[in-house]
């Protein structure tokens, strides 16, 4: 078959050819729209950000994918509603469970939270929970190796839900990957009488992941399909594409997004319904949804303030400061959940974009409860800022105030004054428009904190093209991962760049047998006690070096990026001399 040329194509949606990039799946490939998003300005940087953002409600063209706004995607959400529906009708020994790792446990918890407080505002039982792997220490730090436990997500499914007559699961993962999701959707298959399983993803189903998952006899992509026999009442796929991320593979945005805008349609539907006594219709989710397409337009409106934002913060972050989000109400949880992503996703210290709520864990109301006890990483309160941040504020860090109308002003005011004796560098994010809902409020929100936090990544360097070169490599998604951004950028094969990876994670120069025979767990447990694993493994692919020469190059260039871009022009100039040579030769 004849390649196509590309040229001709929009960048906008030329990741839906098959040809592009075909040994991806959708949430994996790079964004043809961000190639150079490594070179742009704090403006551009968002203007490409909202770009992307964008393509998650572009309409159905008749392409291979199914969109957002795709019949068959808004019918299983409208019996998803309406299964949601029942339940909250009849709430007794019944429950709906939303589960999910990193980013999608985090919203997880984020709408359980927000859908229990407004059954309790209506003095009504609460029937939401939530299950983030890694327990809610994952809420706030990074514990990705507990994603690959099939067995751990279906025990901890099995022991919330004791005693329950009914539950409906909803497993969230945007690559269809989750070995953790993948154990729970399994287990509710095998007892249809409690159980109806929820998927929630962003990729068509034959691009599910095939790997055997660790301890378990099916992979995801076996479970899914088994899912498609039952589909129907017994379960549902809602899978529709969104094309893929700014930041290659960076589901906390796009996903994160789409995930919010898909389930908040749904409960909301639902709530409405079940206590006004009118019916979840077609229409009445679409409209829903349009509503989050206004809440993107609106948001990104205001692009020329979150550059200045994104400009301040990478500064910040570039001269060794900090980035602070100071949060009241559910806003909170946005800025936790947004500042959390930045250890995993940049090899960020936990310490560069911290996120503080006003009455701490009080507010956040997670099933834990106070977990300041486990190290400052996790106070999270207004007076931990007070008393362990503020004291050394300086005109290096940035804070970002996070509030609504509906939010104690003098208190505001009272840190506004704090703040601005320590720091010049202080802005706010405030909504004031009585019609919004809150969950609007928190999508707009965590569209400009994700714009922070990455742009000021991507200006410290963090980011080359569009991938993420200095992801932490915590479990088997971030391995494989790895690998092939080191494939994409170095040019070589998948078993050499594997090699390379393996040198870095446990710096040898040779590779013994006992490392090689080792399985992917070993590997991403020994990996996630080292630092720039991926940088190291790049820099010795690309100009055939030692690890010691490696970490010479990376210590000489700071900056990931400006050591990759180095090291390229280093290879090229090798290749281009050894063209040379052999045309004299001739």
Not at 420 to 447: F, M, P
Not at 518 to 547: D, E, F, K, Q
Request: aromatic share 6%.
């Amino acid at each position: 078959m004849e390649k196509r040329d590309f040229s001709e194509i929009s960048d906008t949606c030329k990741w839906e050819s098959p040809d592009y990039e075909p040994w991806f799946p959708v949430s994996e490939k790079s964004n043809p729209l961000t190639r150079d998003i490594d070179k742009s300005s704090p403006n551009h940087i968002v203007r490409l950000l909202a770009a992307c953002d964008a393509q998650m409600f572009q309409k159905d063209t008749g392409t291979t994918y199914q969109r957002l706004f795709s019949d068959s995607v808004v019918l299983t959400m409208l019996e998803v509603a309406r299964t949601v529906e029942q339940i909250l009708r009849d709430p007794e020994d019944s429950l709906v469970v939303l589960s999910g790792c990193g980013t999608s446990g985090r919203l997880a918890f984020l709408m359980a939270s927000c859908f229990n407080r407004a059954l309790r505002d209506r003095q009504q039982n609460t029937v939401y929970s939530y299950i983030i792997a890694g327990g809610d220490r994952a809420l706030l730090t990074s514990l990705e190796a507990s994603e690959d436990d099939p067995k751990l997500g279906m025990l901890t499914l099995e022991k919330l839900c004791e005693g329950k007559r009914r539950v409906l699961f909803i497993g969230i993962s945007c690559g269809l990957s989750a070995p953790f999701v993948a154990g729970q959707l399994d287990f509710c298959l095998k007892h249809p009488d409690i159980y109806t399983p929820v998927l929630v993803g962003f990729n068509p189903v034959t691009q599910a992941r095939e790997e055997t998952m660790p301890g378990y006899s099916l992979t995801f992509r076996e479970v899914v399909q088994r899912m498609e026999e039952q589909r129907g009442q017994r379960a549902f796929i809602i899978n529709p594409a969104v094309g893929p991320e700014a930041i290659s593979g960076s589901s906390r945005m796009k996903g994160g997004s789409a995930t919010k805008i898909l389930l908040e349609t749904i409960l909301a539907a639902a709530h409405t319904a079940a206590f006004t006594n009118t019916h979840v219709t077609r229409r009445v989710l679409l409209d829903m949804m349009r509503g989050y397409e206004r809440v993107y337009s609106v948001t990104y409106s205001h692009s020329d303030q979150i550059a200045t934002l994104l400009q301040t913060a990478g500064l910040s972050l570039q001269c060794g400061g900090r980035v602070c989000y100071l949060s009241w109400g559910s806003l909170g949880l946005v800025g936790l959940i947004d500042a959390s992503e930045c250890i995993p996703t940049f090899g960020a210290d936990y310490e560069d974009i911290r996120g503080f709520i006003s009455g701490g864990y009080q507010d956040m109301d997670n099933i834990e409860g106070d977990l300041t006890s486990l190290g400052s990483q996790f106070c999270i309160a207004h007076e931990d800022f007070v008393s362990l941040v503020l004291p050394t504020l300086s005109d290096r860090d940035t804070v970002l105030l996070l509030y609504t109308c509906h939010d104690d002003v003098g208190d505001v005011e009272k840190m506004v004054h704090r703040v601005r004796e320590k720091t010049s560098n202080l802005h706010s994010l405030y909504h004031g428009l009585e019609g919004d809902t809150a969950v609007q409020w928190e999508l707009s929100s965590k569209l400009v904190l994700n714009a922070v936090s990455t742009g000021s990544h991507v200006l410290k360097g963090k980011i080359y093209r569009n991938h993420m070169v200095d992801l932490q490599v915590t479990n088997s998604k971030l391995y494989h991962r790895a690998i092939h951004i080191l494939q994409k950028l170095s040019g070589v094969s998948l078993t050499q760049c594997e090699e390379a990876l393996l040198k870095a994670i446990y710096h040898v120069e040779q590779l013994p047998e006992d490392i090689t025979s080792a399985g992917v767990t070993t590997h991403t447990l020994t990996a996630s006690r080292r630092n720039r694993v991926v940088p190291l493994a790049l820099v010795c692919l690309l100009i055939g070096c030692s690890l010691s020469e490696a970490e010479s190059r990376l210590e000489s260039h700071p900056v990931v990026r400006d050591a990759v871009e180095a090291c390229l022009t280093s290879s090229q100039h090798l290749t281009s001399s050894a063209g040379d040579q052999n045309s004299t030769n001739h």
